[in-house]
């Protein structure tokens, strides 16, 4: 008689563990990922700061009278004003900003005011059509009531 073949043991529990080891393992690496790339962005708060607190002392330099302004070399600040601009994306940014918003309302009166004139026409033209049709009205009245064409 043949010997029976041995017996095998089933491999799904040896699955599950593998399952739940790398499952946890993923957990781990995408969490420390996630941590580590917040590190990354924390030193924005202390750029913006001392970006801010320079764009305040640029403030401050403009408004304070300098020996060249005294001695009339305004040509000369108005380079140094343009350079700092250009440096301090604060005041760059802002300008543009405003640009932007003076151009966007330009652009909405532009638009409020032909809406107006388009209203204005089609107000216009409804009175004159309303006219005609009084006159007509008034005309069919006429000849109707007429003794010469009765």
Same mark, same amino acid.
């Given at each position: ?77 108005? =380079?140094? +004003?343009?350079? $700092? %601009? ?8 802002? *300008?543009?900003?405003? &640009?932007?918003? @003076? ?9 409020? =005011?032909? +809406?107006?004139? $388009? %209203? ?8 004159? *059509?309303?006219?005609? &049709?009084?006159? @007509? ?14």
């Amino acid at each position: 008689t043949p010997s029976p073949a041995p017996k095998e043991e089933s491999s799904f529990p040896l699955a599950v563990f593998i399952a739940i080891i790398s499952a946890a393992l993923a957990v781990v690496i995408g969490t420390t990922i996630l941590v580590r790339r917040g590190n990354k962005y924390r030193v924005v708060p202390d750029v913006l700061a001392s970006a801010m607190a320079e764009a305040e002392a640029d403030d401050r330099f403009e408004s304070q009278p300098s020996s060249s302004s005294l001695s009339g070399d305004e040509d000369y600040q108005e =380079r140094m +004003r343009a350079a $700092r %601009e250009v440096v301090n994306p604060f005041k760059r940014f802002a *300008k543009q900003r405003e &640009e932007q918003q @003076r151009a966007q309302a330009r652009r909405l009166e532009k638009a409020k =005011r032909e +809406r107006e004139e $388009r %209203e204005k026409e089609r107000r216009e033209m409804k009175k004159e *059509k309303e006219k005609r &049709e009084e006159e @007509r009205a008034r005309v069919l009245v006429r000849i109707t009531i007429s003794p010469q064409y009765v």
